[in-house]
């Protein structure tokens, strides 16, 4: 939950996110390319935006996990289709033979308090809540500059929150987002330990630090409107394509010195030189 109105909310998510995918392509290593960004008509909640987008995850992953993957696993495909107050993505590697988290998230003007936003029923329903608290929960990432306890909005007035704010505000001024995360999983010997990374890195860290940022984040969107979000998005995308075009020239040109090279050694050396499956869900 954050004292936003779901509107509020809105603008504040999709600020964050192209100013996110513009701060994390920090090179070849981990980067973000966005391959499609559209309306649609007749998709997930109706009608909204759909995304497709490529993350060259790098540096973002475990070192244990990166040891056992060859470089073309790490890039992991996004599919986002966007009708606010309803969004559902979905995210896929294409060298896992059985790899989904599909997310579905439903805003609401409440603190959280809903049992069952989404009807879940059968074994879904017996799912693991787990209710995220922007200003009182640990942070793996700590910033001042994100701190809620901290930050005091200059255009709005807004903050700093104190640790029992949720106690003490209005529940419809207030925004929530409601999270269902199912994970479908095959790697064998892996199950485990890929499950608790993908649940505490992958989905809790990620949406804990986002909340945080779009809070802290508020006077650089609070004036903006969704054309200004669909510009903003449009130039970063362009950006990101920059970005993209010159790290393969770079390869390219690092590989055509690397073929010089083995050429030139070569003719110098003369003639003497010849399954297991889980699917989980979580509601936040």
């Not at 990432?141 to 007035?157: F, K, V």
């Not at 809790?204 to 510009?231: C, G």
Request: with cysteine; hydrophobic share 30%; charged share 30%.
């Amino acid at each position: 939950p954050l004292p936003l109105s779901v509107e509020e909310y809105r603008i504040a998510q999709l600020y964050m996110i192209q100013k996110k995918s513009r701060q994390e392509s920090n090179g070849s290593d981990s980067r973000v390319e966005i391959l499609v960004n559209e309306p649609y008509s007749n998709g997930p909640g109706g009608a909204g935006q759909y995304t497709r987008k490529v993350y060259h995850l790098g540096s973002h992953l475990p070192s244990w996990l990166r040891g056992i993957l060859p470089k073309t696993a790490l890039r992991v495909e996004e599919e986002a289709w966007n009708a606010y107050p309803y969004c559902r993505t979905k995210f896929s590697c294409p060298f896992v033979e059985k790899f989904c988290v599909d997310i579905e998230t439903v805003y609401t003007a409440d603190a959280g308090h809903q049992p069952n936003v989404f009807n879940l029923q059968g074994v879904e329903a017996r799912r693991e809540v787990d209710l995220i608290n922007c200003v009182t929960d640990h942070c793996h990432d700590y910033h001042e500059t994100e701190d809620p306890r901290l930050y005091r909005s200059a255009e709005t007035g807004r903050g700093p929150l104190s640790d029992d704010w949720l106690d003490k505000v209005d529940p419809s001024s207030v925004v929530c987002a409601y999270k269902v995360c199912r994970v479908e999983f095959r790697y064998w010997g892996m199950q485990t330990r890929v499950e608790r990374f993908i649940h505490d890195t992958g989905l809790r860290n990620t949406m804990f630090r986002a909340h945080r940022q779009a809070w802290a984040w508020q006077d650089e969107w609070v004036h903006l409107n969704i054309d200004d979000i669909r510009r903003l998005e449009r130039e970063v995308a362009i950006e990101l394509r920059r970005m993209a075009g010159q790290e393969e020239d770079c390869g390219e040109n690092e590989e055509d010195a690397n073929g010089v090279d083995q050429s030139a050694s070569g003719a110098g050396a003369g003639a003497g030189g010849r399954p297991v499956h889980v699917q989980t869900a979580r509601d936040d």
